[in-house]
């Protein structure tokens, strides 16, 4: 049998995150659960990264079309919207927890782009975007010369 230390923070930190659970299952979600499938809108999660010359935002959308999806550039300010469509009504669904409905997300990309050579590719259910970046911003290579 090992002997363990007794660490009275390790077990403040546990109470805590219980606390901060509890405080999110009864506050956060009561408002989520009273509004409807169609009043609210999805949260997009966003995976996203930057090489020297691009942005690049890998956005899943598991059940839209490429045709429900819009995207807009507008400065530094990316929007993606759309929506999933609802699941079939006249089924007596066992388990229903795929999310549906209008979904829209904004974020602002903080480095000058170049929206009209933007790129969007949809292959099984993941939106990918690529976005150049300004020649401004984009790294410059400056040679030394010798006297």
């Not at 363990?4 to 989520?32: C, G, I, K, N, Y």
């Not at 045709?67 to 999933?84: A, H, K, M, P």
């Amino acid at each position: 049998m090992a002997i363990d230390r007794w660490s009275p923070m390790r077990d403040f930190l546990t109470l805590r995150q219980a606390m901060d659970h509890l405080f999110d299952e009864s506050v956060v979600r009561p408002q989520q659960a009273v509004a409807s499938p169609a009043d609210r809108a999805l949260r997009l999660p966003i995976d996203a990264y930057s090489t020297e010359s691009e942005l690049v935002l890998v956005v899943p959308v598991p059940g839209a079309a490429p045709e429900d999806v819009e995207i807009t550039i507008e400065g530094e300010t990316l929007t993606i919207r759309g929506e999933i469509k609802p699941p079939l009504e006249n089924v007596d669904y066992i388990f229903n927890e795929r999310p549906y409905g209008p979904f829209i997300r904004s974020l602002s990309l903080n480095v000058p782009v170049e929206a009209e050579k933007a790129e969007a590719t949809f292959d099984n259910g993941l939106l990918t975007l690529t976005i150049p970046k300004a020649e401004s911003v984009k790294p410059k290579t400056i040679k030394i010369k010798s006297r």
